[in-house]
């Protein structure tokens, strides 16, 4: 059975304002979106007695930085420094985000994550832009 891709555009990434129940905006004017990876440490774990092979065992697991660039809005709400990313950062604030994934099924992936990184690019030949690094804390809900 031959399974089509799917294509990436139309992924959303919407941050909770933290309330109950709470709500979740979708922020505006995301590009592509990157690093969105699982990685398990290991611990050698090998002994005398381990006939000289190495062995390891599986310690924690964490989501790695999630990066993406935006076409940066200074007063939207969801980049501002008063109401958005930029606050976020500044206040150090652990905040709910989700990934939606443009499939059949409207897939989510829910973490929170500290604001890590907004890089502001202003060429002069360009686009006002951004760049975003959200750094996950905790368990992500990794479902379909």
């Known amino acids: 059975m031959t399974t089509s891709a799917i294509s990436s ?3 959303l990434l919407k941050i909770g ?15 592509d979106i990157s690093g969105v990876d ?6 050698d774990v090998t002994d005398q007695s381990s006939g000289g092979w190495t062995e390891f065992i ?13 076409n940066f809005l200074p007063t939207n709400p969801t ?9 976020d950062q500044v206040n150090k604030t652990v905040r709910n985000f989700k990934l939606v994934f443009p499939d059949s099924g409207n ?8 604001v890590k990184k ?5 060429p002069v030949k360009g686009a006002l832009r951004g760049d975003v690094t959200l750094r996950p804390t905790g368990v992500p809900t990794l479902a379909g």
Do not use: C, N, Q
């Open 118 to 122: 907004v890089a502001i690019k202003a």
């Open 107 to 114: 897939t989510t992936w829910p973490f929170s994550a500290l």
């Open 58 to 70: 599986g310690t924690l697991l964490s989501l790695g930085e999630i990066t993406f660039g935006i």
């Open 9 to 11: 555009h139309g992924t």
């Open 79 to 87: 980049h501002s420094y008063s109401s958005g990313l930029i606050e």
């Open 17 to 31: 304002d933290g309330a109950t129940p709470e709500v979740f905006t979708t922020i505006a004017m995301v590009r």
């Open 38 to 43: 699982i990685s398990l440490e290991d611990e």
